[in-house]
């Protein structure tokens, strides 16, 4: 089903031939297909990276070569740092890397549309364009159509990324700390986005650790007592190996994750070369559970390998749920619940580019 907010904007350009044009155009479709982030309990990523490399090529388009076909065809491409200088400076773009408009937009497009000849980005030696084949649709040009589209998707993820900041300001202001405890256990749940899961499950458990003691020393008269400090290793989508998470003076990794598939729990493994992993897991379900079905798939893919089973299975430390967050939450005192809504916070504002101080996101258009 396509979003309302496509389906209203192709009624306002297009009122008599809106679905006509919908289910001839394969861009649109694609954008449709990657703007379902905009739903509060969607698994789908943001997938800026593929919308905006999109939107570059459309923005300049659309002042340049719009209804000119003829002209738009004998266009080489605009160049790659052009259109990379700008959508690194939109909303959310300023970490976005080069995959996109080299080969992920066309890549995910064919296994979108396996039928289509054509690449939906033309890379022409360093210098890109959208194909002619997808910019028209019963001899109108969409280009114009699509970066409202666009631009309406990314306002309405400001929209919801403030939601979010307005709730935690609204937390940081109650006295009343059952209620600050209740609101982040509303938080924590199975239809959390996976960027707001694993900011909150790292608060929670930054705090927690932090009141475990360990001691260190390099001999029985040198030992020394030190508090666990867990650190964030990047943003969500980061290219980190594989770990979300480290923690000192012990050298653990943590990885946060959903029930999926566990091929992809084995594939961190393989990443950190089986150093042991701590799994968060975005579920209900107990940690015995998960552990069972982890388990018992390595074993499946060992088919009786002692090597296999021995690697996967030492290489699982811990597996923490969403029951055990919420459990070691409620244990901690109230000045640790404000941590957590601090952390929070701060964490959030640099996922959003925001800064610490609230500062306010840039327009999509700079």
Request: aromatic share 12%; with cysteine; glycine share 4%.
């Amino acid at each position: 089903m396509a979003e309302i907010f496509l389906l209203e904007i192709l009624k306002q350009d297009y009122p008599l031939d809106f679905q006509n044009i919908y289910v001839n155009s394969l861009l649109l479709q694609y954008l449709d297909k990657k703007m379902k982030a905009v739903h509060g309990n969607s698994k789908t990523r943001r997938s800026l990276a593929n919308i905006y490399a999109i939107y570059s090529i459309l923005y300049y388009y659309q002042n340049d070569y719009y209804n000119k076909p003829d002209e738009y065809r004998q266009f080489e491409g605009y160049d790659y740092m052009k259109l990379f200088a700008f959508y690194r400076g939109l909303y959310g773009g300023s970490k976005l890397q080069n995959h996109a408009l080299n080969s992920r937009v066309n890549g995910e497009f064919k296994n979108r549309f396996p039928l289509v000849t054509n690449d939906l980005i033309i890379i022409n030696s360093g210098r890109y364009m959208i194909h002619i084949d997808y910019l028209y649709v019963n001899g109108q040009d969409i280009s114009r159509t699509c970066c409202r589209l666009i631009e309406k998707y990314v306002e309405l993820l400001i929209e919801k990324d403030h939601a979010l900041i307005r709730l935690l300001q609204e937390m940081q202001s109650l006295t009343d700390y059952s209620e600050k405890r209740k609101r982040i256990r509303k938080l924590l749940s199975e239809d959390a986005e996976a960027r707001i899961f694993e900011i909150i499950s790292y608060a929670i458990l930054k705090n927690h650790y932090k009141n475990v003691k360990v001691y260190f020393g390099y001999s029985l008269d040198n030992i020394h007592e030190e508090r666990l400090q867990l650190y964030k290793t990047g943003r969500t989508n980061a290219n980190d190996g594989g770990i979300d998470f480290v923690m000192r003076p012990v050298g653990r990794f943590f990885q946060v994750t959903e029930v999926h598939h566990y091929d992809k729990y084995l594939l961190d493994m393989d990443k950190v070369m089986h150093f042991p992993v701590t799994f968060v897991i975005k579920t209900k379900c107990s940690k015995e559970e998960i552990q069972h079905e982890l388990d018992t798939y390595i074993d499946e893919r060992a088919n009786g390998m002692v090597v296999i089973e021995e690697r996967y299975h030492k290489a699982i430390e811990e597996i923490i749920t969403i029951h055990e967050l919420q459990q070691w939450m409620a244990e901690l005192k109230n000045e640790d619940i404000d941590g957590i809504i601090r952390d929070i916070d701060i964490y959030y504002k640099l996922e959003m580019n925001m800064g610490v101080d609230g500062e306010e996101p840039p327009d999509i258009q700079r």
